[in-house]
C-alpha cells in the first residue's frame, strides 16, 4: 500500500511536476481573489480557477508535444 | 447539501456516477490480476486474499474514513479534497490525452493479464501447503485498488450526506458490476475502453476539484450541482482540443514513456 502512495506522490510531483505546481498557483491565486474581492471576488473564483486550469492543461500539453517532437527529430538526425 | 433531507434523484445520480466510473476502473485492475492467479493457481488461495484484503479496507475505511468526514471542518475538508482531485484528475487527464494523441502506449489489460500469469507459472506452485504466493499477489492487488476505491468515495463523499451516500452506491454498483462480469467471462475484461473511461474520470476528477474549491472559498455556483456537467464539458472540450493539437505536431505518435515526457 506505501509502495503505491509513494509512486502516485513521486509520479505527482516529479513526473508531471509542471503541472502539479502550476495547478496550485491557480489554487493560491484563485483564493486570494476570494479572499480580497470581497461577495464579487468569490462569485467569481470558481469561473478564474476553471479558466486557469483549462489554460494550463493545453500549455502543458502543447510544451510536451514540442519536447517530444524535437527529441523525436534530433534522433532522426 | 448535507441538510437536505430530500433524496434528489439528479443529484444522487451526478454523484454516484463519477465514483462508479472511477471505481470500475480500479475494480477492472483488480480483476484481471485475481483472474490472472486464480486461472493459473486455483481459485481458493485467491479468493480468500481478496476477502482478507476486502476486510482491510473496510476497517481502514470505518476508522479513517468516517472520522475525517465526522471531524474536520466540512469547508476545510471541501477545500483540501477539492485540491487534491483537481491534482490527481490532472495526472489522470493528461495520461490519458497522451495516450489517445499516441505519445504515450495505451494501457493493455491483455498484456497485463498475460505478464502475470507468465511471472506466476515462473515461480511454480508446490499443491502440498497453502499457496501463499496466490494469496499475497491477490490481496496486494485488491488492497492496492481497494485503497483508490476507498480515497475515491471519500473525495466523492466529502460534502457528506447525499454525496457520501451516493458515492457509496456508486463504488459497490462498479464493484458488482465488474466482477459479475469477470466471472462471467473469466478472462481480462480488455472490452472496457480503460482510456476512455480514464479520460472521463480525469476531467470529472477535475470538475468536482473546482466545483468544491470554489465553494470552499464561499462561491454558490448557478444551480449549485447542476453546474458540475457543465464544468465537466469545458474540461473534455479542452482536452478534445489538446488531442487535436498534439495529433497535428505529432502525426506519427511518438511511443514513449510517461516520465519522459
Known amino acids: 500500500m506505501f509502495r503505491g502512495i509513494w509512486s502516485t506522490l513521486v509520479g505527482l510531483l516529479i513526473e508531471d511536476g509542471q503541472l502539479a505546481i502550476g495547478a496550485l498557483i491557480a489554487l493560491a491565486i484563485t483564493w486570494a481573489i476570494a479572499y480580497t ?36 527529430s534530433s534522433a532522426r538526425r | 447539501m448535507a441538510d ?72 476545510l475538508l471541501k477545500g483540501v479534497v477539492g485540491a487534491l482531485l483537481l491534482l490527481f484528475g490532472l495526472r489522470w487527464l493528461r495520461k490519458a490525452v497522451l495516450r489517445f494523441a499516441g505519445i504515450v502506449a495505451i494501457h493493455d489489460e491483455e498484456l497485463i493479464y498475460q505478464r502475470e500469469i507468465a511471472e506466476l507459472r515462473a515461480q511454480g506452485l508446490q499443491r502440498t501447503h497453502f499457496d501463499w504466493v496466490g494469496f499475497l499477489v491477490a490481496y496486494k492487488a485488491v488492497l492496492l485498488e481497494g485503497t483508490e476505491v476507498a480515497f475515491i468515495v471519500i473525495a466523492f463523499g466529502a460534502a457528506g450526506g447525499i454525496a457520501l451516500t451516493a458515492a457509496t452506491i456508486g463504488a459497490i454498483a462498479a464493484g458488482l458490476f465488474v466482477i459479475a462480469l469477470g466471472v462471467a467471462l473469466k478472462k481480462p475484461l ?26 470552499a472559498l464561499g462561491m ?18 479542452a482536452s478534445w482540443l489538446a488531442v487535436r493539437m498534439l495529433r497535428v505536431l505529432l502525426p506519427q505518435g511518438a511511443r514513449v514513456e510517461a516520465r519522459h515526457v
Open chain 2, 220 to 237: 454558490e455556483w448557478p444551480g449549485d450541482a447542476l453546474s458540475i456537467p457543465l464544468i465537466v464539458l469545458a474540461f473534455l472540450g
Open chain 2, 4 to 75: 437536505n433531507p430530500r433524496v434528489d434523484p439528479i443529484t444522487l445520480a451526478i454523484h454516484a456516477t463519477p465514483a462508479f466510473v472511477a471505481s470500475a476502473v480500479e475494480f477492472v485492475e483488480a480483476t484481471t490480476i485475481v483472474l490472472a492467479v486464480g486461472v493459473t493457481r486455483g481459485w481458493r488461495a485467491p479468493l480468500l486474499g481478496t476477502v482478507a484484503a476486502t476486510v482491510t479496507l473496510a476497517v481502514i475505511i470505518a476508522t479513517l474514513g468516517v472520522a475525517i468526514v465526522t471531524v474536520v471542518p466540512e469547508n
Open chain 2, 190 to 215: 480488455t472490452m472496457v475502453p480503460e482510456n476512455w473511461l480514464k479520460f472521463g474520470v480525469g476531467a470529472m476528477l477535475c470538475s468536482f476539484g473546482v466545483f468544491w474549491f470554489a465553494e
Open chain 1, 37 to 72: 474581492g470581497g461577495e464579487q471576488g468569490r462569485d467569481l473564483s470558481g469561473w478564474v480557477l476553471l479558466a486557469i486550469v483549462l489554460a494550463l492543461v493545453v500549455a502543458n500539453l502543447y510544451r510536451a508535444g514540442v519536447t517530444v517532437r524535437a527529441r523525436a
